[in-house]
């Protein structure tokens, strides 16, 4: 058994990978803090506490230019300044209108295939998936499995029982953990808002049926 101290030092050793869901993550702060202004590299530094930052790896949907240009130039706009943040990476994926509902396609495969991927690589040691899905809960077991740890990031009224139940780690927000991770101005511009493509989610012990079937 490893002291105190040997752990702490395995621990500050540790390189950690970070998967941000965009869209489960626009929608729960906007849900429970009223704004979405994040300061990307700040809220990263949090999550990574005194360990070594691998990568942030965002993903969401790209807005189509041709249906909605004015929304395509903000979330433009929104993206500048996350390329403009040290070592975070953005992976788009597209949508599809199911009548007027635009429907987000491919974002969790990327998001489960990098996670799995980066960890039979070896990249990291621990992965914070920012995310309440239940849908990435058999991904999250695949890389347990390889012997990575695994914690999941979400609000408590956001984040899915199986998900929550297979994780090594739980950080749990509430709106005072963004107390000192917003942008400096107070109300979020245009530019922060993200795509609200409709998905199926989960609350603990009842179902967020919001993708049409």
């Given at each position: 058994m490893k002291s105190d101290g040997q752990h702490s030092v395995s621990q500050l050793t540790d390189r950690v990978a970070i998967f941000i869901d965009g869209s489960n993550l626009y929608h729960s702060l906007d849900e429970n803090c009223n704004r979405f202004d994040l300061d990307f590299g700040a809220f990263a530094d949090k999550l990574v506490k005194d360990r070594t930052l691998f990568r942030v790896y965002y993903y969401n949907v790209l807005r189509d230019p041709d249906r909605n240009h004015?929304?395509?130039?903000?979330?433009?706009?929104?993206?500048?300044?996350?390329?403009?943040?040290?070592?975070?990476?953005?992976?788009?994926?597209?949508?599809?209108m199911r009548g007027d509902?635009?429907?987000?396609?491919?974002?969790?495969?990327?998001?489960?295939?990098?996670?799995?991927?980066?960890?039979?690589?070896?990249?990291?040691?621990?992965?914070?998936?920012?995310?309440?899905?239940a849908d990435f809960a058999y991904a999250v077991q695949a890389v347990k499995d390889m012997g990575k740890h695994v914690e999941v990031a979400a609000f408590p009224s956001n984040l899915a029982w199986d998900l929550a139940n297979i994780a090594d780690e739980r950080e749990l927000f509430t709106p005072g953990y963004f107390s000192d991770l917003w942008s400096r101005k107070r109300e979020p511009a245009r530019g922060n808002s993200q795509p609200a493509p409709q998905r199926r989610g989960w609350r603990f012990g009842r179902p967020r049926n919001t993708d049409p079937e």
């Open positions: 004015q929304a395509y130039q903000d979330q433009q706009k929104f993206l500048t300044a996350l390329y403009n943040t040290s070592y975070l990476e953005i992976r788009l994926g597209s949508s599809k509902v635009a429907v987000e396609k491919g974002v969790d495969i990327m998001l489960a295939t990098d996670l799995l991927r980066f960890a039979w690589e070896g990249l990291y040691d621990v992965a914070i998936l920012v995310s309440g899905d």
